[in-house]
C-alpha cells in the first residue's frame, strides 16, 4: 500500500521560510516521479514543483527562484523548501508519486497516482 505522508506546514510571515516533507512508503521510491501541488479553498489545484526519477526538477513559474524540490533517496522523502514567501502562496499544499511522467505533468494533477492529506501553509503580512 502505497502511503505519502506530508510535515511541515505552518504559519508564517511575509519573506519567511518553510519547508516541507512528504516521506513515502510502499513505493519504489527511486523509479517515480514525485511533486507538490498546492490548493486554496476556492481555487484549482495547480502544480508547485515536481522532480523526476533522475533528479531533474520543474517548477511553476510562480515558484521559481524561490522553491527547491529535492529527494533524499535513503529517508524515502521528497522536501520542498519554500523561501521569500507571499500571502499568495497560503494554500493546502499536497504531496503527490507516479510512474514516469513528463515535466508537463506539472500541469496535470489528474495525471498523478497517488497523493499525501496535504499540509496547511499560511503566509501572513
Known amino acids: 500500500q502505497v502511503k505519502l505522508e506530508e510535515s511541515g506546514g505552518g504559519s508564517v510571515q511575509a519573506g519567511g521560510s518553510l519547508r516541507l516533507s512528504c516521506a513515502a512508503s510502499g513505493i519504489y521510491f527511486s523509479g517515480v516521479c514525485m511533486g507538490w501541488f498546492r490548493q486554496d479553498s476556492d481555487k484549482e489545484r495547480e502544480g508547485v514543483a515536481i522532480?523526476?526519477?533522475?533528479?531533474?526538477?520543474t517548477y511553476a513559474d510562480s515558484v521559481k527562484g524561490r522553491f527547491a524540490i529535492s529527494k533524499d533517496h535513503a529517508q524515502n522523502t521528497v522536501y520542498l523548501q519554500m523561501t521569500s514567501l507571499k500571502p499568495e502562496d497560503t494554500a493546502m499544499y499536497y504531496c503527490a508519486a507516479a510512474v514516469a511522467l513528463p515535466h508537463w505533468a506539472l500541469k496535470v494533477p489528474n495525471a498523478w497516482q497517488y497523493w499525501g492529506q496535504g499540509t496547511q501553509v499560511t503566509v501572513y503580512t
Open positions: 522532480i523526476a526519477s533522475d533528479g531533474s526538477a
